[in-house]
Each structure stands twice: as C-alpha cells, then as structure tokens.
C-alpha cells in the first residue's frame, strides 16, 4: 500500500479525531433521513436507498482510511520495536 498523501503532517489524535467526526456525520444523515420517514411527503424506498448509500459511503471511507492507516501504524510500531530492543541491549550490556 502506498504512503498516504501528507503523512506525518497530522498528528494521530487529529487524524482520529476527524475520522470520529466523519462518521459522527454520517451517523447524523443516517438518523435525520429514518426521522424522514415519519413524513408522508417522502418515499419511503427512495429513503432507504438514500440511508443505504449513506451507508456505503461510510464503510467505504472507513476502509480506506483505516487500511491508510493500518499501513501508517505498523510502521510506527516497527520503529518503536526497533527503539525498545536496542534499548534492552544496551541496558543488558550494562550501558
């Protein structure tokens, strides 16, 4: 998988945060088009067609997002590991 575009300009906590609120967005359309169907003005089926492209459009953002990231993070926990042990051996040497 390719580095995603911009990496290490934004900070994990930033990055997470926004992936909450895309699907705190989401979430949001989900439910405002389900309250939408209490109203006779609206068809019913276009509406769930519209719920479940809201739907698809979510899950697929979160899987390429977190399949970015998943590649992100195991670089980073490979970098940490790498620290650790030579740590641990400097420490076993007695240095």
Avoid: C, W
């Amino acid at each position: 998988m390719s580095r995603p575009h911009g990496s290490g300009q934004t900070g994990d906590r930033e990055i997470y945060q926004h992936l909450y609120e895309m699907n705190a967005g989401y979430e949001q359309v989900i439910a405002s088009l389900s309250a939408l169907h209490r109203n006779a003005a609206f068809d019913p089926k276009h509406l769930a067609m519209l719920r479940d492209m809201a739907g698809e459009a979510r899950a697929s953002s979160n899987a390429y997002l977190t399949g970015a990231l998943q590649s992100v993070e195991l670089a980073a926990a490979g970098r940490y590991f790498q620290r650790r042990v030579r740590r641990e051996r400097r420490e076993e040497r007695g240095h």
